[in-house]
């Protein structure tokens, strides 16, 4: 099996981790009304707590420094709380008030941000529960940079909560994605919203709002689009009723 295979069974507790992470917050959030008609789908609370602080949590265990936040649904209520609630992480933000930019856009008009070394990206709605090591820490020790541009953090889709798609990805048993082969068809993993990037993926970009997945193919094609697999659970909390299944999980254990 490869590195990125076998890693997560021999954590280091010495791997360097990225210093900067950017956390992608900037949705509107339609599949979680009417949760979000005064509240931007970060600050949907979940056991207690806003999504986006539950990623801030797993950000600090793991060791980041900053974290670039790009926003635009109700940007003031949303900067506000994280001016009052993070005090202990550098915060910058990228702001889309103008015009929403998708995850691939929202990268180019943070990349000043994000800097030049290999970062952690993080969706601020999905909820994941570290396994036996930290996954953002196993994701850095499976990093390598001369052999990759994106490494992805993937589930099982059959432990993939509250998850209602097909599941996205194939991995081979070196560690390479591919793309679920046909559509309607199952695949056996999940993009959990968690991954490292090298800033080198971000290139000759579309003008105006565009998909991360065109950087996906991009490394795909180049042989340079990895995945490992998460050991601990993952919670997909995309609607109001995931709220409910998720903190029933949670406690129960």
Known sequence: MSKAMTLSLRPNPDVAVPETAMVMAAGLGKRMRPLTATRPKPLVCVAGKPLIDH????????????????????????EAHLRARVKDMEVLVSDERAQLMETGGGLVQARELIGDKPFVCVNSDNLWVDGPVDAIR?????????RMDALL???????????????????????RITRRRQPGRLAPFVFTGVQILSPRLIADWPEGPFSTNLFWERALEAGRLWGLVHEGLWFDVGTPGAIKETEAALADG
């Open 55 to 78: 990623v801030f949590d797993r950000l600090r265990a793991a060791g980041v420094k900053r974290a670039v936040v790009n926003v635009h649904y109700l940007a003031d209520v949303l």
């Open 138 to 146: 196993l994701l850095a020790e499976a990093w390598d940079d001369a």
């Open 153 to 175: 953090l993937l589930v099982p889709l059959a432990r993939a909560a509250s998850h209602s798609g097909h599941g996205d990805f194939h991995l081979d048993p070196t560690g």
